[in-house]
Nanobody, 124 residues
Framework: QVTLVESGGGLVQAGDSLRLSCAAS????????MGWFRQAPGKEREFVGA??????????YYADSVKGRFTISRDNAKNRVYLQMNSLKPEDTAVYYC???????????????WGQGTQVTVSS
């Protein structure tokens, strides 16, 4: 069982940066695939990015809409995963969720464990 708690959301202006944090408890997430998703009002949940462990180091993958602006990292000592968001746009406004342990091999889809979400609002 993994419990995830996101934090760091807030109201920012377009062009600003935010760093979301996802604190995990219940198990060590060092080698666990972790994902970030978001859901805007009236829209379906969408994949933002993921971090996957490998023997040569973590690999990260991003949705095209955030590539080059968002960065996922992992702090094993703190058992946390971060989502650094730069050059924020109004269309990034959503509730952001972190997730752990994909169901199957598709890290862009469903996961076994989800956080409660944190609101990010970007004003123009």
């Amino acid at each position: 069982q993994v419990t995830l708690v996101e934090s760091g959301g807030g109201l920012v202006q377009a062009g600003d940066s935010l760093r979301l944090s996802c604190a995990a408890s219940g198990r060590t997430i060092t080698t666990v695939t972790m994902g970030w998703f978001r859901q805007a009002p009236g829209k379906e949940r969408e994949f933002v990015g993921a971090i996957l462990w490998s023997w040569s180091g973590d690999n990260t993958y991003y949705a095209d809409s955030v590539k080059g602006r968002f960065t996922i990292s992992r702090d094993n000592a703190k058992n946390r995963v971060y989502l650094q968001m730069n050059s924020l746009k109004p269309e990034d406004t959503a509730v952001y969720y972190c997730a752990a342990v994909p169901r199957g091999t598709d890290y862009t889809s469903n996961y076994n464990y989800w956080g409660q979400g944190t609101q990010v609002t970007v004003s123009s």
